[in-house]
């Protein structure tokens, strides 16, 4: 024996192994296990005389055949008839719940099943017909604590970020630092951003952070955020899980995973939530733990394991492999002769926790469900850091979960710390929003108006005197009422009611209260004098204490939150007697503590759980209307704003102009129209010079990007492209009905293609613009003066040639005064040919021509698409089209497109708004009523949305043009449709449209009335 001692202790994980450890485990294979069936697993003789081991009979074959520590996974053979090889192994679960004729998928193969027999599933290839997919059941392996020390620290540095405000500079950070691109990080600082502004603290192996909440059945949910990897905070969860039975005699569903611990609180449970981290201590938790492993599945499953490898249960018998329900059955019954304890009925069970034999299977078994499945060293290092405040905790009582929540609210199967199936389990009654919540405010705090309204529903309301009797039997005293003077009156003539006359004042009484008020007020003298029936007068008197219970639970339930103080002015009773009161109360689960109130500062207050939990409903109520469809008429609303088109929203200076232009790219209207209309109604104060700048500074260009329709037909312009015709003959003439479009520059080329497609512009024939076109294309970018002199034109042909490159989407200027000018180019030369003729002259005057700085150029031609990357060059045309649309309009769907003049279909922009939202963009949902279709909008639009709907109606007016991209009459709005002519207005009072018509404006004007 000494020597077989030494020999194992040679092998580093023996290297501290115990005599007595070794001597118990030698003492078992030499005795084995006595069962019902005879001695199991004796495999030694023992010469304790000599100290000489020596192996049984068989035990040499044994070891060969049922040895090994991978444990039995119980699967089932896949055989394929009729050669019968073996293709593979499933569950066992799923192969029970199969049926003869089923086909799933193995490997890369369909299979039809032929049979199910014991331990074999027959199949033949079933010819591709469509499969299942069959299903594994194991042990999810949990994160390990070196990766688990790295979130918290991702988390840490993310979070001082996130404290100042530096959205940015997280973003920046995490893409140096973990190599991700901006999309992935956007995400997680938008994700982790949330879930700052609802906890306050984003959780950390630092910052432990406690958040209950209510769910719809009134129960209550626990949620600790605790970054500590799945096996530290399976052994929290089963530890708390553990303490709440002990204190409330009554099992909690639970789960947790490496993020988070839930646990589901019944309406039976209530405390302080500053409590629960004292509900474990460091010095308790490993033998608390040890009790709560005990019922859990892991300890059985790692019973039998550990039995088949000390080669008790036997994975071949005679020859044969020993099935696996066989294997299961006699390893319930070694537990029943070993562990009688845990196998025991629990009717005939002591009370206290359970007793663990000196058994050395036993304790392996619980060394391996506190070191494998859990960590109870890393637990009771968390419990020290609480303890000594290293590991800060935070409290936080929400109206619905915060974002971290939902991952744990809805965990799979593998998460759970108890036996409950998913269909039971309480956290599927919790509702969680599809976005992240853009504010706090949603999250953190109560309705204040669900606060006020629940206070004025619980009060009581009488409306004769049996009414306010039964409030006076739930109160048992309540200070005078003036409305109620009447009916108590009514009832201190029958009898039924009285006054005890106190120090601190005078109050009602109902007469089956009397006893109870007795004990409650001593010293109250009773007026009128009244007498308690037979059957009440029989009762035991109550104690000062249970009287004390019934008045503060009465008032509790009539006021929602309140205080300890307001309490005590409404019983009389000192502040110490109410807090002993509550502090019953809250044992019962009747009354929560906190601070519920938001229109409160500070202190703590109590509400009854009923009323509270009304409360939460209220709030989510409020908060999912919010997030329900809006009307037409509120989403035109949120249009103007979203626009800057409502009065006290337009943008400022320079930079707000080049915030319109970024808004409104892609859009062709009317190019009179922009500075007469449309500039001016989105920025005050509007001056034509800051356009000048943005153009010649490179920020900014204009140009028509849609292709001018066939002579005879109508383009995708619509009602303009028809001024166009009439009014420009063509495009040759300038107009100020031709369309034109503004954008940043960088964005132009793909602009370009969205709006053509793989069209091109119609090329001009000959004359001035042919000659100019050529010029351009020899030369490249010229002045005016430029152009007259190489082309031998004259001023007026060069200025229709230009405009007539223009319609047809061919040149561009640096500047948009060269538009300006020759808009007003034909009223120019009528003055000019109203003067005496002077002759010819070589040399010019200044200030002849269009005096605007700034060369005309050719517009740049699409970049030309291979056939390799066409499909990738779509999708990304899709995506920049579809992000241009949802920051023009907030909230996009096919109806609102009505007027733009993208060829791209709108399927492939609707894919891309799937992909945008999949990488957290925009938002999926159903944001309008009225309108089929899938819905999708920017977060920060949506918030001004539920801004938009909760701002009161107050008739207010605001006037566009009809080429305004708001003019959406008879598209959001019934009726027939307003073309979109210069010159026509739409009429808004509070988002309907009352009024349409034609009134020309000036670009003064224009100002005046759209501002």
């Given at each position: 024996?000494?020597?077989?001692?030494?020999?194992?202790?040679?092998?580093?994980?023996?290297?501290?192994?115990?005599?007595?450890?070794?001597?118990?485990?030698?003492?078992?294979?030499?005795?084995?296990?006595?069962?019902?069936?005879?001695?199991?697993?004796?495999?030694?003789h023992r010469d304790r005389v000599n100290g000489v081991l020596r192996g049984r009979r068989g035990a040499r074959l044994v070891a060969l055949t049922s040895g090994g520590a991978i444990p039995e996974t119980a699967d089932y053979k896949v055989v394929a008839d009729p050669d019968e090889t073996v293709v593979g192994t499933v569950n066992e679960d799923?192969?029970?719940?199969?049926?003869?004729?089923?086909?799933?998928?193995?490997?890369?193969?369909?299979?039809?099943?032929?049979?199910?027999?014991?331990?074999?599933?027959?199949?033949?290839?079933?010819?591709?017909?469509?499969?299942?997919?069959?299903?594994?059941?194991?042990?999810?392996?949990?994160?390990?604590?070196?990766?688990?020390?790295?979130?918290?620290?991702?988390?840490?540095?993310?979070?001082?970020?996130?404290?100042?405000?530096?959205?940015?500079?997280?973003?920046?950070?995490?893409?140096?630092?973990?190599?991700?691109?901006?999309?992935?990080?956007?995400?997680?600082?938008?994700?982790?951003?949330?879930?700052?502004?609802?906890?306050?603290?984003?959780?950390?192996?630092?910052?432990?952070?406690?958040?209950?909440?209510?769910?719809?059945?009134?129960?209550?949910?626990?949620?600790?955020?605790?970054?500590?990897?799945?096996?530290?905070?399976?052994?929290?969860?089963?530890?708390?899980?553990?303490?709440?039975?002990?204190?409330?005699?009554?099992?909690?569903?639970?789960?947790?995973?490496?993020?988070?611990?839930?646990?589901?609180?019944?309406?039976?449970?209530?405390?302080?939530?500053?409590?629960?981290?004292?509900?474990?201590?460091?010095?308790?938790?490993?033998?608390?733990?040890?009790?709560?492993?005990?019922?859990?599945?892991?300890?059985?499953?790692?019973?039998?394991?550990?039995?088949?490898?000390?080669?008790?249960?036997?994975?071949?018998?005679?020859?044969?492999?020993?099935?696996?329900?066989?294997?299961?059955?006699?390893?319930?019954?070694?537990?029943?002769?070993?562990?009688?304890?845990?196998?025991?009925?629990?009717?005939?069970?002591?009370?206290?926790?359970?007793?663990?034999?000196?058994?050395?299977?036993?304790?392996?078994?619980?060394?391996?469900?506190?070191?494998?499945?859990?960590?109870?060293?890393?637990?009771?290092?968390?419990?020290?850091?609480?303890?000594?405040?290293?590991?800060?905790?935070?409290?936080?009582?929400?109206?619905?979960?915060?974002?971290?929540?939902?991952?744990?609210?809805?965990?799979?199967?593998?998460?759970?710390?108890?036996?409950?199936?998913?269909?039971?389990?309480?956290?599927?009654?919790?509702?969680?929003?599809?976005?992240?919540?853009?504010?706090?405010?949603?999250?953190?705090?109560?309705?204040?108006?669900?606060?006020?309204?629940?206070?004025?529903?619980?009060?009581?309301?009488?409306?004769?005197?049996?009414?306010?009797?039964?409030?006076?039997?739930?109160?048992?005293?309540?200070?005078?009422?003036?409305?109620?003077?009447?009916?108590?009156?009514?009832?201190?003539?029958?009898?039924?009611?009285?006054?005890?006359?106190?120090?601190?004042?005078?109050?009602?009484?109902?007469?089956?209260?009397?006893?109870?008020?007795?004990?409650?007020?001593?010293?109250?003298?009773?007026?009128?004098?009244?007498?308690?029936?037979?059957?009440?007068?029989?009762?035991?008197?109550?104690?000062?204490?249970?009287?004390?219970?019934?008045?503060?639970?009465?008032?509790?339930?009539?006021?929602?939150?309140?205080?300890?103080?307001?309490?005590?002015?409404?019983?009389?009773?000192?502040?110490?007697?109410?807090?002993?009161?509550?502090?019953?109360?809250?044992?019962?689960?009747?009354?929560?503590?906190?601070?519920?109130?938001?229109?409160?500062?500070?202190?703590?207050?109590?509400?009854?759980?009923?009323?509270?939990?009304?409360?939460?409903?209220?709030?989510?109520?409020?908060?999912?209307?919010?997030?329900?469809?809006?009307?037409?008429?509120?989403?035109?609303?949120?249009?103007?704003?979203?626009?800057?088109?409502?009065?006290?929203?337009?943008?400022?200076?320079?930079?707000?102009?080049?915030?319109?232009?970024?808004?409104?790219?892609?859009?062709?209207?009317?190019?009179?129209?922009?500075?007469?209309?449309?500039?001016?109604?989105?920025?005050?104060?509007?001056?034509?010079?800051?356009?000048?700048?943005?153009?010649?500074?490179?920020?900014?260009?204009?140009?028509?990007?849609?292709?001018?329709?066939?002579?005879?037909?109508?383009?995708?312009?619509?009602?303009?492209?028809?001024?166009?015709?009439?009014?420009?003959?063509?495009?040759?003439?300038?107009?100020?009905?031709?369309?034109?479009?503004?954008?940043?520059?960088?964005?132009?080329?793909?602009?370009?293609?969205?709006?053509?497609?793989?069209?091109?512009?119609?090329?001009?024939?000959?004359?001035?613009?042919?000659?100019?076109?050529?010029?351009?294309?020899?030369?490249?970018?010229?002045?005016?003066?430029?152009?007259?002199?190489?082309?031998?034109?004259?001023?007026?042909?060069?200025?229709?040639?230009?405009?007539?490159?223009?319609?047809?989407?061919?040149?561009?200027?640096?500047?948009?005064?060269?538009?300006?000018?020759?808009?007003?180019?034909?009223?120019?030369?009528?003055?000019?040919?109203?003067?005496?003729?002077?002759?010819?002259?070589?040399?010019?005057?200044?200030?002849?021509?269009?005096?605007?700085?700034?060369?005309?150029?050719?517009?740049?031609?699409?970049?030309?698409?291979?056939?390799?990357?066409?499909?990738?060059?779509?999708?990304?045309?899709?995506?920049?089209?579809?992000?241009q649309l949802l920051a023009r309009y907030g909230v996009v769907f096919r109806d609102v497109l009505a007027r733009e003049s993208f060829v791209l279909p709108w399927r492939e922009v609707l894919w891309a708004l799937r992909r945008l939202e999949a990488r957290g963009v925009a938002r999926g949902g159903r944001f309008v009523t009225g309108f089929v279709?899938?819905?999708?909008?920017?977060?920060?639009?949506?918030?001004?949305?539920?801004?938009?709907?909760?701002?009161?109606?107050?008739?207010?007016?605001?006037?566009?043009?009809?080429?305004?991209?708001?003019?959406?009459?008879?598209?959001?709005?019934?009726?027939?449709?307003?073309?979109?002519?210069?010159?026509?207005?739409?009429?808004?009072?509070?988002?309907?449209?009352?009024?349409?018509?034609?009134?020309?404006?000036?670009?003064?004007?224009?100002?005046?009335?759209?501002?």
């Open positions: 024996e000494d020597d077989l001692y030494a020999l194992v202790r040679r092998a580093a994980p023996y290297a501290d192994l115990a005599r007595a450890d070794f001597d118990a485990v030698v003492e078992m294979l030499a005795d084995g296990i006595q069962t019902g069936r005879g001695r199991r697993g004796a495999y030694l799923w192969a029970i719940e199969s049926m003869a004729g089923d086909i799933f998928l193995l490997g890369s193969t369909s299979w039809r099943i032929r049979r199910v027999e014991a331990g074999l599933v027959r199949v033949v290839d079933a010819q591709g017909a469509p499969p299942s997919v069959p299903f594994w059941l194991g042990e999810a392996p949990a994160r390990t604590a070196e990766l688990s020390a790295e979130v918290s620290d991702l988390r840490a540095r993310l979070a001082g970020y996130l404290e100042r405000d530096d959205a940015a500079g997280a973003r920046a950070w995490l893409m140096g630092e973990a190599g991700l691109g901006d999309d992935a990080a956007v995400q997680i600082v938008h994700y982790l951003g949330a879930a700052h502004r609802a906890l306050g603290v984003l959780p950390t192996q630092e910052d432990l952070v406690f958040e209950r909440f209510f769910d719809e059945t009134g129960g209550m949910q626990l949620v600790v955020h605790a970054p500590f990897g799945g096996r530290i905070n399976r052994a929290l969860g089963l530890a708390l899980r553990k303490r709440f039975c002990r204190r409330f005699d009554f099992e909690l569903q639970a789960a947790a995973n490496d993020d988070a611990l839930v646990l589901s609180l019944g309406p039976q449970q209530s405390i302080p939530l500053g409590d629960v981290p004292r509900f474990l201590s460091p010095r308790t938790a490993e033998d608390t733990l040890a009790q709560a492993l005990l019922a859990s599945p892991m300890f059985q499953v790692r019973w039998r394991w550990n039995l088949g490898r000390a080669l008790i249960v036997l994975r071949q018998r005679g020859g044969r492999r020993n099935p696996p329900p066989i294997q299961r059955m006699e390893a319930d019954d070694l537990m029943a002769a070993v562990f009688p304890a845990l196998a025991a009925c629990q009717e005939n069970a002591a009370a206290g926790p359970i007793e663990f034999p000196d058994h050395p299977m036993v304790r392996q078994t619980v060394y391996d469900c506190l070191h494998e499945a859990t960590d109870v060293d890393g637990l009771v290092a968390l419990l020290e850091g609480v303890e000594a405040g290293t590991v800060r905790t935070h409290f936080r009582e929400s109206a619905e979960p915060s974002p971290l929540c939902h991952e744990i609210l809805n965990g799979r199967p593998y998460t759970f710390l108890d036996d409950a199936p998913l269909e039971e389990r309480r956290t599927r009654a919790v509702a969680l929003r599809r976005g992240l919540p853009e504010t706090a405010r949603d999250l953190g705090q109560l309705d204040t108006e669900a606060v006020a309204r629940v206070r004025d529903e619980a009060r009581p309301d009488p409306r004769d005197a049996e009414e306010v009797h039964d409030a006076l039997l739930g109160l048992v005293v309540r200070r005078p009422t003036p409305e109620w003077t009447a009916w108590f009156d009514e009832l201190v003539r029958d009898g039924r009611a009285a006054c005890a006359v106190t120090d601190a004042g005078p109050l009602w009484l109902a007469t089956e209260s009397l006893r109870l008020v007795e004990a409650l007020l001593p010293g109250a003298r009773i007026v009128p004098a009244v007498k308690l029936p037979e059957a009440l007068a029989a009762r035991p008197r109550p104690d000062a204490e249970s009287a004390a219970v019934a008045a503060v639970r009465g008032h509790v339930s009539a006021l929602g939150p309140c205080t300890v103080e307001e309490l005590g002015a409404l019983t009389t009773l000192s502040p110490n007697v109410v807090e002993s009161a509550l502090a019953r109360l809250e044992a019962e689960g009747f009354v929560l503590r906190g601070r519920f109130d938001p229109a409160r500062s500070g202190g703590v207050e109590f509400c009854e759980r009923r009323l509270l939990a009304r409360i939460h409903r209220y709030t989510t109520e409020r908060l999912r209307q919010e997030i329900e469809p809006v009307t037409a008429q509120d989403f035109v609303r949120f249009l103007l704003r979203w626009q800057h088109v409502a009065p006290e929203t337009q943008r400022e200076g320079r930079r707000g102009l080049l915030a319109v232009v970024e808004q409104l790219q892609g859009f062709e209207l009317a190019a009179g129209s922009w500075e007469e209309a449309i500039f001016p109604a989105r920025v005050a104060s509007y001056r034509p010079e800051w356009l000048d700048d943005l153009c010649l500074s490179g920020e900014v260009v204009w140009a028509r990007l849609g292709l001018r329709a066939p002579a005879g037909s109508l383009g995708a312009a619509g009602s303009d492209a028809r001024q166009e015709a009439e009014a420009g003959r063509g495009g040759a003439v300038p107009s100020r009905a031709t369309p034109v479009s503004f954008a940043l520059r960088d964005n132009l080329p793909w602009l370009f293609t969205a709006a053509r497609g793989e069209a091109g512009p119609v090329l001009p024939g000959d004359g001035a613009a042919r000659d100019l076109l050529e010029c351009l294309r020899t030369r490249g970018a010229l002045f005016y003066r430029e152009l007259v002199v190489s082309t031998g034109r004259l001023r007026v042909e060069v200025e229709e040639g230009l405009w007539d490159l223009v319609s047809r989407g061919l040149v561009t200027a640096d500047g948009f005064g060269g538009v300006r000018a020759l808009l007003t180019a034909r009223e120019r030369w009528a003055k000019r040919a109203a003067r005496p003729p002077r002759g010819r002259r070589l040399r010019r005057q200044a200030g002849e021509g269009i005096a605007v700085e700034g060369r005309w150029s050719l517009l740049p031609d699409p970049e030309p698409k291979d056939g390799a990357g066409e499909s990738a060059d779509v999708e990304t045309l899709a995506e920049a089209v579809a992000e279709g899938e819905q999708y909008a920017l977060p920060e639009a949506v918030e001004l949305l539920r801004q938009t709907r909760r701002r009161e109606r107050t008739g207010e007016i605001v006037r566009v043009a009809a080429v305004d991209p708001l003019n959406l009459v008879g598209i959001l709005t019934p009726g027939p449709r307003l073309p979109a002519q210069r010159g026509n207005l739409v009429v808004y009072r509070d988002g309907l449209p009352i009024g349409e018509g034609a009134r020309q404006l000036g670009p003064a004007a224009g100002a005046r009335r759209l501002s």
